[in-house]
């Protein structure tokens, strides 16, 4: 029995010096592992070293003390890491390793970048938790470029190794120190940062709790600050590939679209930009942000950042620098985008607006309620149809040097830019009166471009307007107590290229309280050469350009009496006497325009019982009697329009 204990006992002092043994090869290893990775940074020219390693077997912990990298390149990142715990280490192969849980404790990196414009970059993060890592056991080769761009490239393509269920970081400080009088710079702190999902250059999200921040807006000789709160930001299904084909210095040849992120958004944003002035934001979202790594060049973006920032740019400089950044902007593509309920808070008074919209090239805002000098104003949406930024860049470019009047060519470019735009629902004051301009919708729309002039187009426009007393042209409204306007306009106008046939059709306006016209008009053999930016070209063109019908229609609602009533006042008659004494004239008239041209006849007695019965419509229409060139009508009426209304058909009518 006592040999049997004894041997027991003996095979457990054997097995307990061998378990340290084993424990101790194992830390031996840990250890040389370290050391190895250290010392393929300090063969790049930099520094490394690391304080305690330490593996315990039972539970397959690593944990490191005190890193410190330092780059032999000035421009890369100084990184200090007070403790690394791994739990549950394995190494499934020599390339490979993972752990069930990661911790970093005390990170502080600092980086410097000089390329363009001098910036250090300060990071503090206490703590970093990631959950089933899996990445490599020994990172690739640093860049020894100095670049950022190179740096940012080495950053991503470690990312597209690892992978994560999960990267928990609870607070991030950050300090950007662009250099004296430098705007730019300032301090932010990111917390409750979360990121689910990482597998090799993808994340299913990342959000943050809150990012606070203080800027340097300073403007030379004008010290500023503004600071801002962002809430409840988070991304969804990023995918760093396109980027790293982007910030490829050789250049991508990947012209295809491809998606970064598949949503963006953010809960709340509050800023204040100087002292009683602060906007506020409920709900930002943006969907499907692609790019095209072939436009979308890092290089391209770094070069935008002026070199010299103490010193304006000069024209030249500043329309390059426009056409930089829509070169930038033909790379970048996003599905849709909203911020919702916007107030920002003035001296004043308090602005506020429902929301921003962006939705395939439409660009909206809705719910506009803001004050001006004059009073309240309200709108219920404006929006700019097929809306280009890269077009809208490009045309901005182009229109000249300031203090120089951009050529009428370049102006006409606006068209290529957009589609069309729309107000609707506004209310406004008018004027420094008490009374109220009452928009219900504007809407002007063009397309068909020749060159850079529409040949079709349409404007409607419904709205009530007060008359204007300062208005000599509006008195006699006023006089007759029309206090207000209502406006029903719709325009359209359309070439067919084919046929060379130009229609102005429909053309009304309907002032509601006074009349409605209505015009038709035909133009034909209209060349493509007449839509010109060169006033001469296009007037050597309409020469061609031949009268076709013309048809118009007058409503009466009001306008007669109104104009029988200031007749009446200025000849100090009865109304009646007056509506008869213009009617006689019109009749007078009539007679020797008839001496010429009898179909004028019929037209004379329809306008003279226009006049003389209240509520009727007037119709007139002309026919050409032949081919007739619209220039040699318009100097014909000019000199003798007697003359031009021979060369019409005339029918006309008067009815209920």
């Not at 400080?173 to 990482?198: C, E, K, M, R, W």
């Not at 990012?211 to 709160?229: N, R």
């Not at 598949?262 to 790019?291: F, H, K, W």
């Not at 045309?395 to 735009?421: H, I, K, T, Y």
Request: glycine content about 8%; overall charge neutral; hydrophobic content about 45%.
């Amino acid at each position: 029995m006592k040999r049997i204990l004894i041997g027991l006992i003996v095979v457990a002092v054997v097995a307990a010096g061998g378990w340290l043994g084993f424990n101790f090869y194992v830390q031996h290893r840990a250890t040389a592992e370290v050391e190895a990775a250290f010392e393929q940074i300090r063969k790049q020219g930099g520094k490394a070293s690391h304080g305690k390693v330490a593996f315990e077997l039972a539970t397959r912990t690593l944990t490191i003390e005190d890193i410190a990298v330092e780059p032999g390149q000035q421009e890369q990142t100084h990184l200090r890491i007070a403790k690394v715990t791994a739990v549950g280490v394995r190494q499934a192969d020599e390339t490979r390793f993972s752990a069930d849980n990661i911790e970093v404790a005390g990170v502080e990196a600092v980086v410097t970048y000089n390329e363009r414009a001098k910036l250090k970059a300060t990071y503090g993060i206490p703590q970093i938790t990631a959950r089933d890592f899996s990445g490599p056991v020994r990172a690739a080769n640093a860049p020894l470029s100095g670049s950022i761009i190179d740096a940012y490239r080495f950053m991503l393509a470690q990312y597209a190794t690892i992978t994560a269920s999960s990267i928990v970081a609870p607070t991030i400080t950050a300090n950007i120190d662009a250099g004296p009088g430098n705007a730019g710079g300032g301090d932010f702190t990111y917390s409750g940062l979360t990121i689910q999902n990482v597998n090799r250059g993808k994340v299913e999200t990342a959000k943050t709790d809150r990012i606070t921040y203080t800027l340097d807006v300073t403007q030379p000789g004008k010290p500023a600050k503004m600071t801002g709160e962002l809430s409840g930001m988070a991304a969804y299904d990023f995918d760093a590939s396109a980027i790293t084909a982007a910030l490829d210095p050789q250049g991508s040849s990947d012209d295809s679209f491809r998606r970064v992120y598949r949503r963006l958004s953010a809960n709340s944003y509050a800023v204040t930009m100087a002292p009683g002035v602060r906007m506020q934001v409920e709900g930002i979202t943006i969907e499907d942000i692609e790019i095209r790594p072939s436009k979308f060049r890092a290089v391209d973006i770094m070069m935008l950042v002026p070199a010299d920032r103490s010193t304006p740019p000069s024209p030249a400089q500043s329309r390059e620098m426009i056409e930089k950044v829509a070169d930038v902007f033909e790379g970048l593509r996003i599905g849709k985008a909203e911020i919702g309920k916007q107030s920002i808070e003035t001296p004043q008074g308090t602005a506020r607006l429902n929301a921003v919209k962006y939705d395939q090239n439409e660009f909206a805002v809705e719910g506009l309620d803001a004050p001006t000098p004059q009073g309240q104003i309200r709108m219920e949406r404006f929006a700019l149809k097929s809306l280009s930024l890269t077009n809208l860049l490009r045309w901005a470019a182009s229109l000249g040097n300031p203090g120089q009047g951009p050529s009428p060519d370049r102006m006409l470019g606006l068209f290529r830019v957009l589609e069309g735009a729309e107000i609707k629902g506004v209310v406004a004051p008018y004027k420094n009166t008490r009374q109220l301009v009452t928009i219900d919708t504007i809407s002007l729309n063009w397309g068909q471009l020749v060159g850079s002039i529409p040949s079709k187009a349409n404007l409607i426009v419904k709205m009530v307007t007060p008359t204007d007393a300062s208005n000599p042209t509006q008195r006699p409204l006023i006089m007759a107590g029309v206090d207000k306007l209502a406006i029903d306009l719709d325009l359209g106008a359309a070439w067919t290229e084919s046929s060379g046939a130009f229609a102005l059709t429909p053309a009304s306006i309907d002032l509601g309280n006074l009349a409605k016209a209505q015009a038709r008009l035909a133009l034909a053999n209209v060349p493509r050469g007449v839509f010109s930016a060169d006033p001469v070209q296009a007037m050597d063109q309409a020469g061609q350009i031949e009268t076709g019908a013309i048809e118009l229609s007058l409503r009466d609602s009001g306008v007669v009496d109104l104009v029988v009533a200031q007749f009446s006042r200025i000849q100090n008659v009865s109304r009646d006497a007056a509506r008869s004494a213009i009617v006689e004239m019109i009749r007078a008239q009539g007679e020797r325009i008839a001496a010429s041209n009898l179909d004028a006849r019929v037209a004379v007695d329809a306008l003279a019982g226009f006049v003389e019965t209240s509520g009727q419509t007037l119709t007139i229409k002309l026919t050409p009697l032949g081919k007739l060139p619209v220039l040699q009508l318009m100097d014909v009426l000019n000199n003798e329009p007697i003359v031009a209304l021979a060369q019409f058909r005339i029918e006309a009518s008067t009815g209920l």
